[in-house]
């Protein structure tokens, strides 16, 4: 059917406040309009509706308003509800944030149409002082001792682990063991079948280090040689992740077959060679210089922007949209779970934290919802806008990292609401960007 036009309508609209960012508003208009609207839809229906017995368009408009009567009904409905709403918005002065509830709809032919709209909206504040906020800055400086320390931390990159001989086995080795264990007299492999990592191993390479294997393990195989045999005592913690272990004492019987350790290649002019064929020592450390110069650089600018969102946030004290804050909060949540997760945090230890997450993403939802309505009214003042070439440019540089082509990513965010994100993202950042360039600014 025809789109309705863009005339305005003459809704009554009043207010009542359900709380600091809630409105309820009641909404009528009067019954011309609704007739009007009838009539439209009605008409549209008429030229395009195919019945039996009539060429397309010249069925009676009588029989078109019974054969489709719930239809134009619904078409009504859906044309005057947002039009009236968005209306009524206006003549309040409200800006909403997220869907209205729309209850209470009465409606019907010859008769005016009302309803009412739970909506939460903005919440309005005082705007705090914006320019001239305090920021220090960083030292910038790159010493010789800092390219040198990224220089060895590249050939650790590229180190290669070689046979230790003359001495015993010591912290920080790699030791290749062999080893079984027992519990109670019962092989842990029996015990535990789905422990077999931690039961029964052949030429297992083992960091030896506090954190690397069953706690005390490592420790016990310090000082021996290749070719001893070594029985090590272990209590496992009673959190460890294997159920049947926990609590649990233990017997491993170890073969120590190899004692390794990394050897990292010369930091000179092949070692800079490898990672390009006309590099010298004297270019890579010119290029190392570089490299870390712009990240302390790109560190400093986020570190200079967090200050001016803490000064913002310490300025300005509002309440917040309770629904859109629970939203933000879920996110969060959600976020640092997987964050967790994915570091190898186990379900058992996220339980247990789940206060001590809530709190944190309750505290960080609510800062960064603050954040984005001052930084927006900022951005409204100043006339700070976006283009939407810079639009089309985060678009594609997106595409370009996740090696998805620019038309496909720009659908996949146009039907999840992405677009929207990345406009916000980027006008806080230049609204940020224009914060900064007022800050006064003293280096540290």
């Known amino acids: 059917m025809a789109e309705s036009g863009e005339s305005k309508l003459p809704v009554q609209v009043s207010g009542e406040t359900l709380g600091p960012c809630k409105r309820l508003l009641k909404i009528e208009l009067p019954t011309a309009s609704v007739e009007a609207e009838f009539n439209r839809i009605t008409n549209d229906y008429t030229r395009y509706a195919r019945l039996p017995g009539f060429r397309p368009g010249k069925a009676p408009r009588a029989i078109v308003e019974k054969r489709f009567v719930a239809d134009i009904e619904q078409e009504v409905q859906k044309s005057l509800i947002p039009r009236a709403y968005h209306e009524a918005l206006e003549k309040q002065g409200l800006r909403p944030v997220g869907y209205p509830e729309i209850k209470d709809v009465q409606f019907g032919r010859g008769k005016p149409l009302a309803f009412t709209a739970e909506v939460e909206i903005e919440p309005e504040f005082p705007m705090p002082d914006y320019k001239g906020i305090p920021v220090k800055r960083q030292k910038l400086e790159v010493t010789d001792d800092d390219v040198a320390k990224a220089l060895e931390a590249l050939a650790e990159q590229r180190a290669e682990l070689a046979d230790v001989a003359g001495r015993p086995l010591a912290m920080e080795d790699f030791a290749v063991v062999n080893f079984s264990a027992v519990s109670d007299g019962k092989p842990l492999a029996e015990i535990a079948p789905e422990a077999k990592a931690v039961a029964e191993r052949q030429n297992l390479l083992l960091l030896m280090g506090a954190q690397s294997f069953v706690p005390g393990f490592c420790e016990q195989l310090v000082g ?123 379900k058992e230890t996220l339980v247990e934290k789940k206060d001590e997450i809530f709190q944190f993403a309750s505290k960080s939802a609510a800062d960064r919802l603050k954040a984005s309505f001052i930084l927006g009214r900022i951005a409204a003042l100043e006339k700070i806008q976006l283009q939407q070439a810079e639009v089309d440019q985060r678009i594609a540089l997106l595409g370009y990292r996740h090696n998805i082509p620019y038309p496909k990513l720009r659908k996949q965010l146009e039907e999840r609401g992405g677009i929207h994100e990345i406009e916000e993202e980027i006008l806080i950042g230049k609204t940020l960007e224009f914060l900064l360039a007022n800050a006064s600014v003293t280096q540290q």
């Open 224 to 346: 021996a040689a290749v070719g001893d045999k070594r029985q090590v005592q272990v209590d496992f913690p009673a959190d460890f992740q294997v159920q049947p272990l926990a609590g649990k004492k233990a017997t491993y019987f170890v073969d120590v077959v190899g004692i390794k350790t990394k050897k990292s290649p010369p930091i000179d002019d092949a070692f800079a060679a490898a990672f390009g064929k006309d590099l010298t020592l004297e270019k890579l450390k010119e290029a190392v210089k570089i490299d870390i110069q712009r990240e302390r650089e790109r560190a400093a600018n986020n570190d200079e922007k967090n200050q001016i969102v803490e000064a913002l946030l310490s300025r300005a004290t509002f309440d917040l949209p309770p629904q859109m804050l629970a939203a933000e909060t879920r996110n969060a949540i959600q976020n640092l779970v997987q964050e967790n997760t994915a570091r190898g945090v186990t």
